[in-house]
T-cell receptor, first 114, second 119 residues
Framework: KAGVTQTPRYLIKTRGQQVTLSCSPI?????VSWYQQTPGQGLQFLFE???????NKGNFPGRFSGRQFSNSRSEMNVSTLELGDSALYLC?????????????FGPGTRLTVT | AQTVTQSQPEMSVQEAETVTLSCTYD???????LFWYKQPPSRQMILVIR??????QNATENRFSVNFQKAAKSFSLKISDSQLGDAAMYFC????????????????FGTGTLLAVQP
């Protein structure tokens, strides 16, 4: 069974631009969560989606948004990019919501903002 | 709010030896789950071991075991017979059972411990 895939793997953007990252969960998984990983702040929760609905949101500005499609694929968008948005963005998928279900992480998208 | 603290930014262990990584957490919840994740260099994060707070017995997965002290809010990871492939960043993570009455997959991570394994 294919794992969690994220596209693109690497991205370079200019300050002020916007970017869309994609996450395809493991087949059959309905829950997708997003995390930002930086050397300074570590791993921080962005948001989670289940059945196309945002179920939980982290403490990030409104420039960060996301959505989930009917096939469970998820996208996250960052508008008006800032230098501090440079990070590894990880998504994780799970069969369902709840602690009984293990989360599987993707390889991440490395975003560099110049 | 819950917090997770890993006080050891880096650790080193000789191959075949045992090493213990420390993790403490803070929460007012009585029911929750704790995890150790491994992130090898340039590779995907994978789950190493999980512990349910309501279980007193410490979890074990092959060479990996935890020492869960609920009252002390401590959750350490012991790696026995260390192998070169164990070299990675290790993250301790906390997960609530419920989020305002609903299930959540949200993980709260510590800052990680970079483990080096010396041959």
């Amino acid at each position: 069974k294919a794992g969690v895939t994220q596209t693109p793997r690497y991205l370079i953007k200019t300050r002020g631009q916007q970017v869309t990252l994609s996450c395809s969960p493991i087949s059959g998984h309905r829950s997708v969560s997003w995390y930002q990983q930086t050397p300074g702040q570590g791993l921080q929760f962005l948001f989670e989606y289940f059945s196309e609905t945002q179920r939980n949101k982290g403490n990030f500005p409104g420039r960060f948004s996301g959505r989930q499609f009917s096939n469970s694929r998820s996208e996250m968008n960052v508008s008006t990019l800032e230098l501090g948005d440079s990070a590894l963005y990880l998504c994780a998928s799970s069969l369902w919501q709840g602690v009984s279900y293990e989360q599987y992480f993707g390889p991440g998208t490395r975003l560099t903002v110049t | 709010a819950q917090t997770v603290t890993q006080s050891q930014p880096e650790m080193s262990v000789q191959e075949a030896e045992t090493v213990t990584l420390s993790c403490t957490y803070d929460t007012s919840e009585s029911d929750y789950y704790l995890f150790w994740y491994k992130q090898p260099p340039s590779r995907q994060m994978i789950l190493v071991i999980r512990q349910e707070a309501y279980k007193q017995q410490n979890a074990t997965e092959n060479r990996f075991s935890v020492n869960f002290q609920k009252a002390a809010k401590s959750f350490s990871l012991k790696i026995s017979d260390s192998q070169l492939g164990d070299a990675a960043m290790y993250f301790c993570a906390y997960r609530s059972v419920n989020n305002y009455g609903g299930a959540t997959n949200k993980l709260i991570f510590g800052t990680g411990t970079l483990l080096a394994v010396q041959p």
